[in-house]
């Protein structure tokens, strides 16, 4: 395993980072995909943008990974199909991705259903720079894929006490990071708001299981990406912001704060994976012009 800290990496000899319930996707056994490019994120679109163009999240229950992916997609007005493009470009079955309708206390909304290949290994920093590299995203998509991994590295570093570059990111986890967090570049790119702007940061107590055992939440690499960040206390229990939601806002250069003054043109109400007893669950989605 790879390390600028030769010492902390002997110490902790297998650091990984790990995944958490609220990204819930279902995997299978299919194996050996073949890399392909054809994802074009620069044909028009129905939500084409523009230089004042604004991405507004509201994250009334909180925010994961397939969160961001499928709000992110009904904003671009992307397909199945082109978020299939992207995951072939990375070697993962075009089918593996979609968008759905999805409905909870009768309310109709969307979600993302990913169902990814099943797999044993342990990838690095190094490891998942390349598999980006390789990909069929734009440069400007790539540099922010790899931004949020290299914020979530430092994170479970700094946790572990271990370089970034010591950090394994291990087993169908590191593939659900690697599609969501590359997606969600794309996307975001694809869109190209002139501004972010997200609401603050529900939290609540709680546990996740994980490779290390229950830990409370915020998860601590979580806790340490939170550093800055508006939260605010929601009667209720379990995790409400994952390792890979709280990576991306924070490379994406989110700012934290009210509804912004705008004109609506696009909106989408998202549900996660679960759903939290008690109160309000989703998250709104809107692109508006300033």
């Not at 054809?38 to 004042?52: F, I, L, T």
């Not at 939290?203 to 994980?210: A, I, K, M, Q």
């Not at 939440?217 to 379990?238: C, K, M, N």
């Amino acid at each position: 395993m790879p390390s600028a800290d030769s010492g902390a990496a002997r110490r902790r000899p297998h650091v990984r980072a790990h995944r958490h319930g609220h990204d819930t996707h279902d995997h299978d056994h299919r194996h050996e995909y073949a890399h392909e490019h054809d994802y074009d994120q620069h044909h028009d679109e129905p939500h084409a943008a523009g230089a004042r163009d604004i991405l507004v999240v509201r994250p009334t229950s909180g925010l994961s990974g397939d969160m961001l992916l499928a709000g992110l997609a009904r904003m671009a007005g992307a397909t199945d199909a082109e978020l299939g493009g992207v995951a072939a470009s990375l070697g993962l079955p075009r089918d593996c991705v979609t968008v759905d309708p999805r409905a909870l206390n009768e309310v109709n909304g969307w979600g993302c259903r990913i169902v990814l290949p099943h797999e044993h290994s342990h990838r690095t920093m190094a490891d998942i720079r390349a598999i980006i590299a390789g990909s069929g995203l734009t440069a400007a998509a790539q540099s922010l894929a790899i931004r949020a991994f290299e914020l979530l590295a430092a994170a479970e570093g700094r946790v572990h006490g271990v370089s970034p570059e010591a950090v394994t990111f291990h087993e169908v986890g590191a593939l659900d990071s690697i599609l969501d967090t590359c997606l969600c570049a794309a996307l975001y790119d694809r869109i190209s708001p002139a501004k972010f702007v997200c609401g603050p940061l529900p939290l609540c107590d709680g546990v996740v299981r994980c490779d290390h055992g229950l830990l409370p939440v915020p998860a601590p690499a979580v806790l340490e990406l939170l550093e800055g960040v508006p939260v605010r206390g929601i009667d209720t229990f379990g995790e409400t912001v994952t390792p890979t939601a709280i990576a991306l806002l924070k490379a994406l250069d989110a700012a934290f704060g009210p509804w912004p003054a705008m004109t609506l043109r696009a909106r989408a109400l998202v549900y996660g994976g679960n759903v939290l007893p008690g109160v309000a669950n989703g998250a709104i989605f809107a692109l508006g012009r300033a």
